[in-house]
């Protein structure tokens, strides 16, 4: 049977997933610490941060599947809808207009607006080397999180209005019309020919105030959040982002991000 293997900490959304996958027939593990367990065999699928994942994975022999840095970057603009490049924290640094700013592969400094690129993790001692994405400020009237799953969007949901969250008491609404123009960006984004992705990824897409629907980004869907979306489904993207090295299937070797789990 597959395996779920869970970070230690316990979150809303690990949760979900380990219901999801027990009432699947899955076997579920939850290590105390970053240390393996021992005895686990047939297919594993890993859920918590990206950190903990990359442990696992090394430990285990895997290979986890994510879009590159430079992944937004290279889409074509009609489906990003604004200035975005790549480039490191000390080139970053450098910039005197206004930007938004994050890093391109973790959480080190807080992604946000800043008036300079001097503002940028300023008292935060981090290599001038770290790829960051540095974008010109824009309004997001709403945003949505998508699993997909081999070139299909098999979830959805909103998860901010304004840079509020879009949470209701515990459920995560759309408004009206908006999951059919959430769907249908979706589709042509994945219909395009010029758009490569994983195998299984999470990508999230807004509406832009006076420009409309774009990518906000690409996450690895070992360890983002559901919000509203089905955990069955999440549990499905995650196991396709976990694959042995002799199980790759052709393309998926250019999604396989190196990173030193230490």
């Known amino acids: 049977m597959p395996t779920l293997l869970l970070a230690p900490r316990y ?12 009432a699947d027939g899955w076997d579920v593990r939850r290590p105390a610490g970053w240390r393996a367990p021992a005895g686990i065999t047939g297919e594993i699928a890993i859920y918590g941060e990206p950190l903990f994942a990359a442990a696992m994975a090394d430990q285990l022999g895997l290979c986890l599947l994510e879009p590159t840095f430079d ?26 207009r206004e930007a938004f700013v994050k890093p391109a592969d973790d959480k080190s400094f807080r992604a946000a607006v800043y008036p300079s690129g001097a503002a940028v993790a300023a008292h935060e001692s981090i290599a001038p080397a770290t790829p960051v994405l540095v974008s ?30 879009a949470r209701r008491g515990d459920d995560w609404p759309h408004e009206e019309g ?53 955990p069955a489904a999440a549990l499905m993207a995650a196991r396709r982002a976990c694959r042995g090295p002799a199980d790759l299937a052709p393309g998926d070797e250019r999604w396989v991000i190196r990173r030193d789990p230490a």
Do not use: K, M
Request: proline letters at 4%; one cysteine or more.
């Open 178 to 230: 908006e999951e059919a123009a959430v769907r249908g960006f979706v589709a042509d984004l994945l219909g395009d020919e010029r758009v490569a992705l994983p195998a299984a990824v999470v990508i999230d897409v807004g509406l832009i105030e006076g420009r409309g629907w774009a990518v906000v980004e690409a996450n690895p869907c070992f360890g983002s959040g559901l919000y509203g979306c089905e």
């Open 71 to 96: 992944w937004l970057t290279c889409l074509p603009r009609e489906h990003v809808g604004r200035r975005v490049e790549l480039t490191t924290l000390a080139a970053a640094r450098a910039i005197e």
């Open 11 to 22: 979150t809303e959304d690990s949760n979900a997933l380990w219901r999801a996958a027990i």
């Open 136 to 165: 010109e400020p824009v309004v997001w009237i709403a945003e949505h999180r998508c699993f997909v799953v081999e070139q299909a969007l098999v979830a959805t949901s909103p998860y901010a209005r304004r840079g509020e969250l």
